[in-house]
């Protein structure tokens, strides 16, 4: 009987970035492999409720984001990494651990480092990554809403992936370099990063690229390597097992249907003020709403009784019993906003959630995205009405809705993992 193959996942990040891979590792298991996911204390008792093994990793991004760093990065002004230089010394250190006896690495875009982790284990190493961030023409970095077909533009937004690579790549050169040679016992890499290694190792090169989203939302670029892949979603389908409470099924049930409102790990100074423009923004355009509370603590005042707040709920179970999600724009509500086949209302605040709401504007199921920097209750009152009053905006969504929920992410990704290890 031939042994398990042993796969080690490493995750950083908030829990948007932790469930697809649990929604793949759960596919790994499946499919016969043995799985540990290594990623943040705080979601310990969620992975192991999946039934998948768990491993620490440094860090706790939720106690980032309510940090003076964790504002700014939201607030745009923050570097590449805010993430003190000892805390990512330390998730180098847990990945290593976690990895050791591992048959093969897979890494998310934070834990990009694992690429040396495979390196050092001589095994193969795979790239996960809910937005597209290999080098393309039909777009910028991190501008993905939109497909470029101006050819001098195209070498422009070619070169901006080569440049922000470098910028990341230097800002923690040092300690990676390091980190290879006194802990690995391997050459450090060059000045221009992995990129431009001249003799990178076979089982890595080319690097295997597993893109977590549909090519319905965003169609493959026709410059990308045939190692690129676009999989499709991967949903936990957390649901199966899920009870609600009466509480929120009765409010559901008792009144015209709701929409839903939430914003995730994202956090600000003043979560009243959110609180104040959300309540003020139903009023106006007399709806009922699921409020999350989420990493930001929204909805800590005397609410209406158009309002029901949740502190945790699956969204694969609430969206589709909604009439439209308003929300921040992370990879992973957006995919679930997608799935439930209801228009979206994106509110942007940084990294990759501008470019999701244009993509959604783009595929004709959300109105124009609103930045939280210019979020006023007017602003969001009349987004709402559009998202529930729009029909063509609503059939959009039902049927792209549709073509997600046909689509197989997790089985499509393990089939390629599984014809790259054998």
């Known amino acids: 009987m031939a042994k398990k193959l042993k796969i080690t996942i490493l995750s950083v990040g908030s829990r948007g970035d932790v469930n697809p891979l649990c929604a793949l590792a759960q596919g790994l298991r499946q499919a016969g492999f043995s799985v540990k996911i290594a990623t943040h204390k705080i979601f310990e008792e969620f992975v192991t409720q999946q039934g998948i093994e768990y491993a620490p990793i440094a860090g706790d991004y939720k106690e980032l984001f309510r940090s003076e760093a964790g504002y700014r990065l939201l607030e745009g002004k923050g570097g590449f990494n805010p993430i003190s230089n000892e805390v990512f010394q330390q998730q180098l250190t847990d990945g290593w651990s976690a990895s050791l006896g591992s048959d093969a690495i897979i890494f998310s875009l934070l834990a990009a480092w694992g690429y040396n982790i495979a390196e050092a284990l001589n095994v193969p190493g795979f790239f ?21 077909t101006n050819s001098s533009k195209g070498v422009l937004n070619y070169l901006s992936y080569f440049l922000l690579d470098f910028l990341s790549w230097r800002d923690k050169s040092q300690i990676l370099n390091n980190f290879r040679t006194q802990v690995l016992g391997l050459p450090p890499l060059p000045f221009f990063g992995a990129r431009y290694r001249k003799n990178p190792p076979l089982q890595l090169s080319p690097l295997p690229v597993l893109y977590s989203f549909s090519s319905h939302v965003i169609p493959k670029p026709v410059d990308w390597a045939t190692s690129q892949h676009i999989t499709g979603y991967w949903f936990l389908n957390e649901d199966k097992n899920y009870e609600p409470p009466q509480k929120l099924v009765d409010f559901i049930n008792n009144g015209s249907t709701p929409i839903f409102i939430g914003f995730g790990s994202m956090t600000t100074r003043d979560p009243q003020r959110l609180t104040n423009i959300v309540l003020s923004a139903l009023e106006k355009s007399k709806q009922r709403a699921v409020l999350l509370s989420g990493w930001a603590g929204l909805g800590q005042t005397e609410l209406h009784d158009n309002v029901h707040i949740v502190d945790n709920v699956p969204f694969e179970w609430l969206f589709p019993k909604m009439k439209a999600v308003v929300h921040h724009g992370g990879a992973g509500t957006t995919s679930d906003g997608i799935r439930a086949g209801i228009p979206n209302v994106i509110i942007p605040f940084f990294a990759d959630q501008p470019a999701w709401g244009e993509r959604l504007t783009n595929l004709g199921i959300s109105p124009k995205s609103i930045p939280f920097k210019q979020l006023e209750a007017d602003k969001l009152a009349e987004a709402i009405d559009i998202a529930v009053s729009n029909e063509q905006l609503r059939e959009k969504a039902r049927h792209l809705g549709g073509k997600i929920r046909s689509e197989d992410g997790v089985a499509s990704a393990v089939k390629i993992i599984k014809s790259y290890l054998e």
Do not use: H, I, R
Not at 128 to 145: N, R
């Open 128 to 148: 996960a990554s809910s937005m597209p961030v290999s080098q393309t023409s039909s777009f910028p970095f991190l501008k993905f809403g939109s497909f470029e």
